[in-house]
């Protein structure tokens, strides 16, 4: 089977959904893993440039890890046949609101008591708005209930 035949579907309006012969979903997933190394490079560059030269900066990467697991075990809980909002959906999109402030609360505190330097601290926050913009981009892409869902994985 050809790529271009598994690739060639059509939208609600009948238009090919192909793009230069890559899918509309494996073009998000190209675009999101693009965006991932974009952010991991602004934290990477406020740690290891030697004006800069500390690496307290990567602390934030647990908030990297930490930021999609109370929707994800949200989402595996809850019925989603149930229009209204409920409290387990609610309480995992506050955790998470908690979790992503405290990553950007981070260097702030960290350039705060001189560990590290003003500068780091924008390429940190620049790095965490395009990382965290990264996994909103993938759970809007691949949170639907589809045959290409990241639940499958």
Known sequence: MKWSA????????????????????????ISLSFG???????????????????????????FYILSPIPYCIARRLVDDT????NACK???IFLTTGIVVSAFGLPIVF????????GACA???TGNTVIFA??????????????????QW
């Open 134 to 151: 990264t996994i909103l981009g993938f759970f809007l892409v691949f949170g639907s209930n589809d045959d290409f869902s990241w639940q």
């Open 82 to 85: 149930d229009a209204m909002s």
């Open 36 to 62: 991932g190394a974009i952010g991991l490079m602004f934290l990477m560059l406020g740690c290891a440039l030697p004006i800069y030269n500390q690496y307290w900066p990567l602390f934030v990467l647990f």
């Open 6 to 29: 598994v690739c060639e579907s059509r939208s609600a309006s009948g238009h090919p959904t192909r793009f230069a012969g890559v899918c509309i979903r494996e073009r998000a997933l």
């Open 123 to 125: 390429l940190v926050l």
């Open 111 to 118: 350039a705060r008591a001189h560990l590290i330097e003003w």
């Open 90 to 92: 609610e309480l995992a």
